[in-house]
């Protein structure tokens, strides 16, 4: 068992990232020396249509393309979307049933993508996603994924972020070391999709309006961004399935923009985060 150096209030988690309860509320869980994280403040640039069909469990911009893993059952799928109109470019429908699809990240030249309770990884060549040349196997569950250049960078739903590398003999995943994720209320579980942004982890909590901005040293928290009430401002209208939550950063490193967005949501946002 792993030795957590804060004190935690252990609670169970349900599911994934598709149904369930949300997370524990720390507000009133005991205060730890850790200074409480730094708002992150944000402008909006612009805001363009999203495939509200897709159950978005992944993002990554890479070389001026938008990539997006989805899941649900019978549904999960890689694909290529144009970001300004939110149009399908190429996709490919995971044909095992069986399969829940969860986050993606691009990694030496190949697309890693996670599932969730399959305990496998399917790796993809960049220029071709019509099939996995490769899966790897996982003992955890999946939920966000993201690297660093140097190594992949793992959640499964719980306060731990594992930094692994793929070892191509044996088909899984070799652990480098672990993080975890923890701010003034205590640790914080349900950390989901993941982006590495200028040498911090950059990760929603699922069924929550907060990315939180996480230090690779130690799992800190030192920044928050509170998207609350963002979707429903630019999409009063619009009629939401359920589990349309919050979930999808990609972060474009030429332009410094961030894309935004959730699980069947109407809208992606292009966003800059203010120095």
């Not at 004190?7 to 205060?31: E, H, Q, Y």
């Not at 996603?129 to 994924?145: E, F, Q, R, V, Y």
């Not at 923890?182 to 349900?190: E, K, P, R, W």
């Amino acid at each position: 068992m792993l030795k957590r150096i804060f004190t935690i209030v252990l609670i169970t988690v349900f599911s994934a990232c598709n149904t369930g309860d949300k997370p524990a509320d720390n507000d009133n869980a005991p205060v730890n020396t850790l200074p409480a994280p730094q708002p992150i403040t944000f402008s909006i640039d612009a805001v363009y249509p999203h495939d509200t069909a897709a159950f978005t469990q992944g993002l990554q911009f890479y070389n001026g393309k938008l990539y997006e893993g989805t899941g649900q059952y019978e549904e999960s799928t890689l694909r290529i979307v144009d970001p300004k109109t939110g149009k399908v470019e190429k996709k490919y429908l995971i044909p095992d049933t069986s399969i829940f699809g969860e986050g993606i990240t691009i990694f030496k030249n190949k697309i890693y993508q996670l599932t969730w309770k399959s305990n496998k990884i399917f790796v993809y060549d960049l220029n071709d996603i019509t099939h996995p040349i490769k899966t790897l196997s996982w003992p955890h569950d999946g939920w966000g994924i993201t690297n660093d250049g140097n190594s992949l960078i793992i959640s499964d739903g719980s306060d731990t972020i594992y930094y692994v590398l793929p070892d191509e003999e044996k088909n899984s995943m070799k652990q480098l070391k672990i993080i975890l994720v923890a701010d003034n209320t205590g640790s914080l579980d349900s950390i989901n999709e993941l982006e590495f942004i200028d040498g911090y982890i950059y990760a929603n909590r699922w069924q929550t309006d907060y990315i939180f901005k996480i230090d690779t040293s130690n799992g800190h928290v030192v920044g928050k961004m509170d998207l609350t009430g963002l979707l429903p401002q630019y999409a009063p209208d619009a009629k939401y399935k359920e589990g349309a939550v919050l979930n999808g950063i990609a972060y474009d490193s030429a332009t410094k923009k961030l894309y935004i967005t959730g699980k069947y949501w109407p809208k992606m946002f292009e966003m800059r985060l203010n120095k």
